[in-house]
């Protein structure tokens, strides 16, 4: 039996193809597989800052929610932080939620008759809204383990 030069040349082109298909396919397969993401290290001080930060804005954004008319509503954390801004202030305050713009408004209330005594300005407000997450930051600072 003998092999012809067609039939070899026949065999390598195949083989040839063959190869060929193999790399291509395993190009198509590399493209598709999505790049190894970055990877970021945040320092644990870092990551408690994050998780301080992120609760106290959680709880600040939450602290106007509360029903009208079920008395304070706040407890633990919230209750801490606006005892403390009322000392700070030198008055009893409230907190309720602004329905026109959704910012904090604050009043000042007489402690033993439980009455709205005045409202404080939006400026005011303000001031103590950012106050009172600096105090909050620093409760949950204290708290956390």
Known sequence: MTITSYQVQNILRTYAKQL?????LARA?????????????ISIEARRKQVIEK???????????????MG???????????????QEFGQT????????NGQLRFKV????????IR????????????????ITQEIIDQNMV
Not at 119 to 134: G, I, K, N, V
Request: net charge negative; no cysteine; hydrophobic share 35%.
């Open 93 to 100: 305050l409230d907190i309720a939620q602004d329905e026109v």
């Open 119 to 134: 409202d404080l300005s939006p400026e005011e407000s303000a001031t103590l809204q950012d106050r009172l997450y600096a």
């Open 55 to 69: 609760i106290t804005a959680e709880i600040v954004t939450n602290i106007g929610f509360r029903l009208p008319g």
């Open 72 to 86: 304070p509503g706040l407890g633990g954390i919230e209750e801490m932080a606006l005892d403390k801004l009322s």
């Open 20 to 24: 060929s298909r193999g790399q291509r």
């Open 29 to 41: 397969r590399a493209a598709s597989e999505p790049l190894p993401a970055d990877q970021v290290n």
């Open 109 to 116: 209330v007489d402690p033993e008759r439980g009455e709205v």
